[in-house]
């Protein structure tokens, strides 16, 4: 009877190590899914490519952010008031966004990543290792393991991944030639 009792847990080991392994084994294809696009928007900004940002950008997704964290700091900052925040900081901030996304703003978002114009971009398998998946979906990009998220990727239905998401200072936003 312990001889079949051993047994019986050594399966049941061995099948939670199978799941264990098939469940990692999604992240990491998501996650390899997803690095072949952001390579090809690392490799978009350091060249300028526009078509090619703009297929990989969220941009009505990555815009609204901005412009609502624009609109948050004015109306934080003590030195504009409440009022005039709330006229004029919405559609500064509309044109604050759309300014923002394109790919000579993002360069200086892709230096923090250690990404200049004379960087080799890593090929998709060494960027699957800097993305994290996150439990809405969505995989985000980090400079270290534990290492807090600068882009967010969201899976678009055509099966691409796209930049929808900017979690940085916004000073970090600012136009690179």
């Known amino acids: 009877m312990a001889q079949l009792e051993r047994e019986t847990w050594n399966v049941r080991g061995i ?25 090809a928007l690392l490799i978009a900004i350091r060249d300028g490519d526009q078509a090619t ?11 609204r952010e901005i412009e609502d964290r624009l609109v948050a700091e004015a109306r934080k900052d003590s030195r504009i008031p409440a009022a005039l925040a709330a006229v004029l900081a919405p559609s500064l901030a509309e044109l604050a966004g759309e300014t923002m996304v394109q790919p000579g703003v ?8 250690g990404y200049d114009p004379r960087t080799k971009i890593p090929g998709p398998v060494a960027i699957s290792a800097m993305l994290r998946k996150l439990p809405d ?28 998401g900017f979690e940085g200072e ?6 690179k030639r």
């Open 15 to 39: 099948l939670i190590g199978i799941t264990a392994l098939a469940l990692a084994a999604c992240a990491t294809v998501e996650k390899l899914d997803a690095a072949g696009d952001v390579h």
């Open 106 to 113: 993002f360069r200086g978002v892709a230096e923090y990543y």
């Open 170 to 175: 916004l000073s970090m936003l600012r136009i």
């Open 137 to 164: 979906g969505r995989v985000c990009a980090v400079t270290k393991k534990d290492g807090p998220c600068l882009l967010m990727f969201t899976e678009a239905p055509d099966g691409r991944w796209r930049l929808s």
């Open 53 to 63: 940002f703009d297929r990989l950008v969220d941009r009505p997704a990555l815009k």
